[in-house]
């Protein structure tokens, strides 16, 4: 059925004929002509689900995304063949046995994207008569804690954990960014490489950007508003464009960056060449750029929280929570909150701002006469 993943690539004209002939090959129609895999191989079944659920050809998926979905299905994959069932077999104590199976081995948060995975499969099954049966609706899912949260263990012998937010104080996080550029061991490029790894630093903790759109940073991006100040236009989640305010200090670093490399610090809308590139072992930097990868991005970050010698559990996220929080904690109304941010509701925002209320209890409470 391998075919079939090609048909994304063909015009309007061609696509309905070539639809028809390859469904009407493998009998994937039924007498509704709806989408039958009732009685199609289990090939077949996971390609179909893959190309209609997964990977549509209108869905800019992440990197951190696509990892995600290859893992979840690793995951189903590897319980089903260590009970010796196909896909086929999956019924209803199959479900329980493999939503059991979740709950206890993974923490919540990564429990309930693997369990929406499965759901996803099950009712897509439900809906092309692979499954006779609606399976989905005997999972259940853990709870998990709302917001930006790790759990830790506090006792190894109770079950009981403690909630670490995932984000920094102001000064923890000038501390961490002032390592970036210490970490460049190479004597190659080694200026262009710690002006990179600076400004990736201030970019995350200045912009609130996530890892995929930092990333996705184009020369082009940038652009100056009618009263001067620098912008970079970005493609967040669910493909939504959204504009960053850039603050002097890191428009200063960016510009530095740029004439290291010896590239024009022209702000140019129609230059497609990526921010960020891989530096190591060119004799010509700017030469053959090829974008850097998420992999990268988070080796910058480790190495550095390495290198800093404290909170080692920090990624690149940990900087867009450390920004959302900074712009709660100075007043910036929540609607402005969101959409920089790019949440796609305002509960998530909210979420911030809860906790933002919380930590500033004790002002409240220092207001008020308790004793005479």
């Known amino acids: 059925m391998n075919e079939l993943t090609f048909l994304s690539h ?65 995951t189903l994959l590897i319980f089903l063949t260590d009970h010796s069932l196909s896909f086929q077999d999956i019924g209803f104590p199959e479900v329980k046995a493999y939503n059991k199976y979740i709950k206890e081995k993974y923490a919540a948060k990564s429990a309930i ?102 990333l996705s940073l184009n020369w082009g991006s940038f652009r100056y508003n009618r009263q001067g100040h620098l912008y970079a236009d970005v493609i967040g989640k669910g493909k939504k464009p959204r504009t960053i305010p850039i603050k002097e200090e890191t428009v200063k670093l960016l510009f530095d960056y740029r004439r290291s490399l010896r590239e024009s610090v022209d702000i140019n809308p129609e230059d497609t060449s990526p921010l960020f590139f891989a530096l190591y072992n060119k004799k010509e930097p700017c030469e053959h750029k090829k974008r850097l990868t998420y992999p990268s991005l988070y080796k910058i970050v480790k190495e550095a929280v390495h290198l800093a010698g404290k909170h080692w559990k920090v990624s690149p996220h940990w900087f867009r929570h450390t920004f959302v929080t900074m712009l709660l904690e100075n007043d910036v109304p929540l609607a402005v909150v969101k959409d920089w941010a790019g949440h796609s509701d305002i509960s998530t925002t909210n979420l911030y701002l809860e906790r933002v209320n919380q930590d500033n209890m004790h002002v409240h409470l220092h207001k008020v006469n308790l004793f005479s």
């Open 10 to 74: 063909l015009t309007s004209e061609q696509y309905l004929t070539q639809l028809q002939n390859r469904l009407e090959q493998h009998h994937l129609l039924d007498e509704h002509r709806n989408l039958s895999l009732a009685d199609s191989s289990e090939q077949d079944f996971l390609e179909l689900f893959f190309l209609e659920k997964i990977f549509t050809p209108d869905k800019r998926l992440s990197p951190h995304t696509i990892k995600a979905y290859r893992s979840d299905a690793k």
């Open 113 to 214: 994207r693997k369990l929406e995975f499965f759901r996803r499969l099950l009712d897509f099954g439900y809906e092309t008569q692979f499954y006779k049966t609606h399976l989905s609706t005997w999972i259940s899912k853990p709870t998990s804690k709302k917001g930006h949260y790790i759990m830790e263990g506090t006792r190894p012998e109770e079950a009981q954990t403690r909630v670490q937010v995932r984000e920094l104080n102001q000064k923890d996080a000038e501390y961490l960014i002032s390592f970036f550029p210490k970490i460049v061991k190479a004597n190659q490029n080694r200026e262009q490489l710690e002006k990179r790894n600076l400004l990736i630093a201030y970019l995350l903790y200045t912009t609130g950007l996530r890892a995929s759109e930092l």
